[in-house]
Structure formats: C-alpha cells, structure tokens
C-alpha cells in the first residue's frame, strides 16, 4: 500500500500557480519524497525529489514541512500541459521498486 | 539521448496466444522495471530486473507471466496463454543505479495490450 494521501482531483487556472498537497506522517528518516506525473495514456515523468531540504528544478518546487511529515510540490505557472495525474511517493530506494498510489489528478483550465 | 523505448505500443492478440513486450533501457542504464496499469487502475509493480538478474518478482503473477534481460538486447515481458484479464498498459522504466540508491526511474511510453 502506499504510504501517502493525496486529494483526487484539484483545478488550476492556467498561468496560476498549481500547489498539490502529499501527506506521508510515517515516513521514515531514511526515506525521500519522489513526485512523478502522468499525462494522459503516457508513460510516468519522474518531476523532482527532495530528503528534508525544499528543492527547485526547471519543472517544479518542492517543498517539505520541517517534521517531514507533509509536503508539496508547487508547479509555478502551471499550463495546459500540465493536466495530468500526479503522484506522491516516499521511497528509501532499497527495494528498487516504485509503489504508486491514487495520485491527484490536476486539471489545468483556460 | 534516447529514452527508454518500448516496442511494440500497441499489440493485439487473441486469448490463448504470447504476447511478448520489449524494453530497451536509456543509455547506460542496467537496471530495468515493469509496471502494469489497469484500465481505470493505479500502477502496479511487477518485476525489477538487473542484466541477467532477477532481483525482485514480488509483483509478478505466479502463472503465464516470465521477465528476462540478457546480457545483451533488451528486456522481454512474455506473457503465455494470454487471457482478457491480461490486458492493460504494460511500462517499462530504467534507472542508472539501482536498490539502495536514489530511486529515480525513467519510464517508456508503454506497450498497450488488447486481448480479444
């Protein structure tokens, strides 16, 4: 099972900022937020991962709470491109394997 | 730099057939994963594989299903004696390091399976 919360579904404006929410309260201190999209009937695109630090790439911001039990990721001037299901996932990375959840599905609207 | 490519995207067939699914790894990649995605369903792991390695089939069903990448060429998804049941999109993902490091995958566009 995975082992965060997300909401379903959340809208967006274009060109407004996106800012999706990921509970993980039992994550573990050896383990890392991983945020992953998928556009429709597309394969996964990993977006960005953080350990305790916020963290920024070309794609996105990421941004965890001090306690590392909450964290979220900030898509700065979300398009309409940028509909998609997106996923949270904590992974301390000894397993290899990925385990997705429901994910939120964003949809970015004119 | 190609991505991880997957062949073939579509693949019909009927119930009782193989179906086989390929995965060439980005460049420089060793370690590979299969994900099964139901119609209306999350993504389910299935198997992680290193050359000539198994290292995790936890996710594969017991029966009719085998993953294999040889030394040389690319990983091989083979289902037997294919039921409706079977189809779905079948992704596979690459990564440059695997279990006990960071876990960023990279993923193909998928193999879309039909069984009549």
Not at chain 2, 16 to 44: D, F, I, N, T
Request: glycine letters at 8%.
């Amino acid at each position: 099972d995975a082992k965060t919360t997300q909401p379903p579904s959340m809208d967006c404006a274009e060109g407004r900022a996106a800012n999706l929410p990921c509970n993980h309260s039992t994550i573990s201190g050896n383990e890392y937020v991983y945020w992953y999209r998928q556009i429709h009937s597309q394969g996964p695109q990993y977006i960005i991962h953080g350990l305790k630090n916020n963290e920024t790439n070309e794609m996105a911001s990421l941004i965890i709470t001090e306690d590392r039990k909450s964290s979220t990721l900030i898509l700065p001037h979300a398009t309409l491109r940028d509909t998609a299901v997106y996923y949270c996932i904590v992974d301390s990375g000894n397993t290899g394997k990925l385990i997705f959840g429901q994910g939120t599905t964003l949809q970015v609207k004119p | 730099n190609a991505g991880v490519m997957q062949n073939p995207r579509h693949l019909v067939r009927r119930r009782g057939q193989e179906a086989r699914l390929r995965c060439s790894p980005m460049k420089g990649h060793s370690h590979v994963y299969w994900y099964r995605q139901l119609p209306e369903e999350g993504l389910k792991f299935m198997v992680y594989l290193q050359k000539e390695n198994i290292i995790d089939e936890s996710g594969m069903p017991k029966e009719r299903f085998s993953a294999e990448f040889p030394k040389e060429g690319p990983s091989i998804l083979r289902i037997q004696q294919v039921v409706r049941g079977d189809s779905a999109a079948y992704f596979c993902a690459s990564s440059p390091m695997g279990a006990g490091f960071k876990n960023i995958q990279y993923f193909g566009a998928g193999t879309r399976l039909s069984v009549l």
